[in-house]
């Protein structure tokens, strides 16, 4: 067979998510996980189908206090008849109202606090508190509302989520994947801290440039086209890199951060986090909390990495491969194995510090190039039914040596039933 070139870094953009995190068990998946979705043609897609993308519209959210001091997000500016900003319906509420109304609820037109005046109008007040003190909001730090604006979880403040916001695990390479701490150790959701809260004066930084405006997304769940009752609310972990707080009537400048994250900020991802989502929602996990791998929500963006390499190391007439993910030409924490590794690691795995059967040995770049596609399902291009492997030999033919990066179906003459031969 006669196979095409993708190229590599279209591979580790397109691919490597696959490559990386595919089962390796060799066990058969679950019938209805052949098909991504079984609804006929010509039915509407649905908040809870398979198919389903979380497109996040920006909002003009700003985070407010009324004269009561209770603390909501204000979606849209709104003003009585003595010119007074005011609470309207559809606005989140973040904190207790009295014993009425629970954080994580909208105001409705007949609500109590509906048309309450707005106090205070709190400029850049979403902060995180570094858990893994690593220098970067990630998934495991808890959102904070700096209200009093000290840099610190001080009396007053607003837990957005649990503080860790899920279980931490160690990213060191010494101790990679160790279990660290559970979540909720300093503090829950909705806390409002008092001066007897567990997290209270914890160091808190700013995500993005902590403007609810920049940072704060929602769902048009209902496909209304605005604003609604039915609409999710969520803050995202921004890709890319916010400037300043904009100058009324004047746009907030954006700069790309160079990590080819473009389109993370448009969509639900892994690392957001859900301010408003309606009790008893049927398919999102409760609100005050982060989205991470696997929940209905989240939309699976791929970062580039243009550093990876397609690389190989040789020893005695036998030649195993590699990404290279940090092109230093060694092998070395967080490459990834595409064949096995003499008897002691498989394929479809990644490297840790205790692996000590390859870990620095020397690699050799290939050509890379040489990750090819066989054309089997008669479309033009590279698409999703055709045969993906590492071309070896550079020949443009599939031929022993070669290294299947997909299952791979084969028909030959005389026999009815095709021959399914396995990725790796």
């Known amino acids: 067979m006669q196979i095409k070139t993708i190229l590599i870094v279209a591979m580790l953009c397109l691919a490597m998510s696959g490559i990386a995190i595919a089962p390796g068990t060799g066990e058969e998946e679950p019938a209805e996980d052949v098909c991504c979705w079984a609804k006929p043609c010509g039915t509407p897609v649905e908040q809870c189908d398979k198919e389903t993308t979380f497109v996040l519209y920006n909002s003009e959210a700003r985070i407010v206090k009324t004269l009561h001091g209770y603390v909501y997000v204000d979606m849209e500016f709104d003003t009585n008849g003595q010119g007074q900003e005011i609470i309207t319906a559809n606005d989140v509420r973040l904190s207790n109202w009295h014993t009425n109304y629970e954080p ?25 508190v570094d858990v893994n003190d690593n220098g ?61 809260h567990p997290a209270k004066g914890m160091e808190l930084f700013s995500i993005g440039n902590g403007v609810a405006s920049e940072l704060m997304k929602w769902v048009d769940a209902d496909d209304s086209n605005d604003w609604s009752l039915d609409d999710k609310l969520y803050l995202i972990q921004p890709h890319c890199v916010v400037e300043e707080a904009a100058p009324v009537n ?79 030409n060694f092998v070395s924490f967080g490459d990834i194995r595409l064949t096995e590794v003499s ?82």
Not at 104 to 128: F, G, H, Q, R, W
Not at 165 to 179: H, I, K, M, P, T
Not at 394 to 417: C, K, Q, T, Y
Request: charged residues 25%; negative net charge; glycine residues 8%.
């Open 104 to 128: 994580n609820t909208k105001v409705m037109p007949n609500d109590m606090d509906n048309l309450d005046v707005i106090e205070t109008v709190y400029d850049a007040p979403i902060s995180y």
């Open 136 to 196: 970067m909001y990630d998934l495991y730090d808890g959102v904070v509302y700096d209200l009093d604006d000290d840099g610190f979880v001080s009396v007053g403040d607003i837990l957005q989520t649990d503080i860790a916001a899920v279980d931490v695990y160690s990213l060191e390479e010494f101790d990679a994947g160790e279990f660290v701490e559970a979540q909720g150790t300093y503090g829950n959701a909705w806390d409002r801290v008092n001066a007897a």
């Open 250 to 328: 004047e746009t907030t400048v954006k700069v790309n951060n160079h990590f080819g994250a473009e389109g993370f900020d448009q969509c639900v991802t892994i690392g957001d986090t859900r301010v408003y989502i309606p009790e008893d929602d049927e398919c999102i996990p409760e609100c005050g909390t982060k989205v991470v791998q696997g929940d209905h929500d989240a939309t699976y963006m791929l970062m580039q990495n243009l550093d990876a390499k397609l690389a190989f190391y040789s020893f005695g007439g036998e030649t195993e491969w590699y990404v290279d993910m940090d092109a230093d």
């Open 343 to 424: 008897t002691h690691y498989g394929p479809n795995t990644k490297v840790k510090v205790c692996d000590e059967f390859d870990l620095g040995h020397d690699l050799t770049w290939s050509d890379q190039t040489l990750v090819r596609y066989v054309e089997t399902d008669g479309l033009e291009g590279y698409t999703l039914g055709d045969a993906v492997y590492i071309d070896v030999a550079d020949n443009d033919v599939v031929d022993a040596g070669d290294i299947r990066l997909v299952e791979v179906e084969s028909f030959l003459p005389g026999f009815p039933n095709a021959f399914v031969y396995d990725a790796w």
